[in-house]
């Protein structure tokens, strides 16, 4: 069995966002040399997330606009005493810090339409997103 890891950096430019990262995750799974597995993206901060969907301008604004409806960036929160970004942190745990793709035959097997975001909910900054490939 074939154990193979990538570091993957990604910068943001605003405060929320999303970055397809797809290309990225393929890549790895390209040069991990494994046929038969699973590839792992995971997302290594509090305070954005990972999840598969369709790469559209209007989806991805529902999104935007979902993700005010659940967190508002303005809203009264307890944890901005500290640290004016518990909107992202809110945001973050209800979404997740990982994905899972099979491979199959050299490649990641995912939908017509899905394509790996990562979402970015305290920016700008640079994400490190950390590809583990397992596999034959």
Same mark, same amino acid.
């Given at each position: 069995?074939?154990?193979? *890891?990538? !570091?993957? /950096?990604?910068? *943001? =430019?605003?405060?929320?966002?999303?970055?397809?990262? *797809? %290309?990225?995750?393929e890549?790895?799974?390209?040069? =991990?040399?494994? =046929?038969? %597995?699973i590839?792992?993206?995971?997302?290594? @901060?509090? $305070?954005?997330?990972? +999840?598969?969907?369709?790469? !559209?301008?209007?989806?991805?604004?529902?999104?935007?606009a979902?993700? !005010?409806?659940?967190?508002?960036?303005? %809203?009264e929160?307890? @944890?901005?005493?500290?640290?004016?970004?518990?909107?992202? @942190?809110?945001? =973050?745990?209800? +979404?997740? /810090?990982?994905?899972? +793709?099979?491979?199959?035959?050299?490649?990641?097997?995912? %939908? $017509?339409? /899905?394509?790996?975001?990562?979402? !970015? +909910?305290?920016?700008?900054?640079?994400?490190?997103? #950390?590809?583990?490939? #397992?596999?034959q």
């Amino acid at each position: 069995m074939k154990v193979y *890891t990538k !570091e993957l /950096q990604v910068r *943001t =430019s605003s405060r929320r966002a999303l970055v397809n990262i *797809t %290309g990225e995750v393929e890549s790895a799974v390209a040069e =991990s040399g494994v =046929s038969e %597995g699973i590839a792992l993206a995971f997302l290594t @901060h509090a $305070t954005a997330a990972l +999840f598969a969907n369709e790469d !559209e301008p209007r989806i991805r604004r529902d999104y935007e606009a979902l993700f !005010e409806r659940l967190a508002p960036a303005s %809203g009264e929160y307890e @944890h901005n005493a500290i640290d004016d970004n518990a909107d992202a @942190h809110l945001l =973050s745990a209800l +979404f997740k /810090q990982f994905y899972v +793709f099979p491979v199959k035959a050299g490649r990641v097997v995912r %939908g $017509t339409w /899905q394509e790996l975001f990562l979402a !970015e +909910f305290d920016g700008p900054r640079m994400r490190r997103v #950390v590809v583990v490939v #397992v596999g034959q």
